[in-house]
């Protein structure tokens, strides 16, 4: 690489054509000109100019060396006003999410782009893990996920939470009671808390990358007696699909049950009609955080996509 103060020194030579004045407007010396010029000619492996009394003019070599020294300034200038420049609605957005919510934010945020189209909208469908090893690589800039990470790694901030569903398909709870209102209510919840756990067994999973996660999570916070005695280890596997907008197409066959967030019966076809939500004794949520690289604030364009977010988490 040459040496940019060479480069400085050559390309003001050129443009007052006078060692003296070159070395005024440089600070230097005019032998200080003189051996920036004879060490730029020496790295370049030719002559850069001819001298001509008090002036210069330069050789064929020497103009393109002068319109190089140019172009970096340029570039140089150009990228010094970029950083002072930061728009709302402009620039690259690097966020990372699970399945279940991109289908929730994705349509929001391409209706932002739309407009705004000087916006690039950038989501990336992962696990939390992944979410977190992105970011920390700098290949995301703002992720959501629903555990609070290491805070000396990460910033991290709560901004709602998702309810998770045990989802069958319809008739599978046949006529198990449900909340009654007359006196036999203790004995219908023990029914029903006796009786679920054998139907999931009998039914078996449909098994997708979050399940596990999901069921240790439902069965030890729905205050079924029953489900938090119920390893998933246990539950027969009747399939597997990793694609989130297919899981429930086996369950409302009759294949088999899952658990998902509930919001995501909301985009599958004839979910009334096919599908039961299991009436869980406690609702059962995960909470969702904003996480980012710590000590470092996101530019102004993530503000409006964060509020939107948000808005649409908690709608």
Not at 117 to 123: A, D, R, V, W, Y
Not at 199 to 214: E, Q
Not at 283 to 312: C, G, M, W
Request: with cysteine; charged share 20%.
């Amino acid at each position: 690489m040459l040496n940019p103060q060479w480069l400085d020194t050559f390309k003001v030579l050129v443009e007052t054509g006078n060692f003296t004045r070159t070395a005024e407007q440089r600070f230097m010396t005019q032998p200080g000109v003189s051996q920036h010029i004879k060490k730029l000619e020496v790295a370049c492996g030719c002559e850069l100019l001819i001298r001509l009394g008090k002036g210069v003019e330069l050789t064929e070599q020497g103009q393109r060396v002068y319109d190089y020294a140019q172009s970096l300034s340029k570039h140089e200038q150009a990228l010094i006003e970029s950083l002072k420049f930061d728009a709302p609605y402009e620039g690259k957005c690097l966020i990372g999410c699970s399945g279940a919510l991109a289908q929730r934010l994705y349509p929001v945020l391409v209706e932002l782009q739309v407009a705004h189209p000087s916006l690039s909208i950038h989501l990336e469908v992962a696990p939390n893990r992944t979410i977190l090893n992105s970011i920390h690589a700098s290949t995301l800039e703002l992720g959501i996920v629903t555990q609070q990470p290491d805070e000396e790694l990460f910033s991290s901030e709560k901004i709602g939470s998702e309810s998770l569903g045990l989802i069958l398909p319809k008739g599978a709870l046949g006529n198990l009671s449900t909340n009654s209102a007359d006196n036999s209510a203790d004995n219908a919840r023990s029914s029903q808390e006796k009786d679920i756990a054998d139907i999931l067994l009998s039914l078996g999973l449909i098994n997708h990358p979050d399940a596990m996660h999901y069921l240790k999570l439902y069965f030890s916070h729905s205050g079924e007696q029953a489900l938090m005695q119920l390893d998933p280890s246990r539950l027969p596997k009747r399939g597997y699909i990793n694609q989130l907008s297919q899981i429930l197409l086996p369950v409302s066959k009759g294949l088999g049950f899952t658990v998902l967030p509930i919001k995501v019966l909301d985009s599958f076809t004839n979910a009334t009609e096919s599908l039961t939500i299991y009436p869980a004794t406690n609702d059962v949520a995960e909470p969702l955080y904003f996480v980012k690289t710590p000590h470092r604030s996101l530019p102004l364009r993530y503000q409006k996509i964060q509020s939107l977010i948000v808005e649409t988490l908690n709608a």
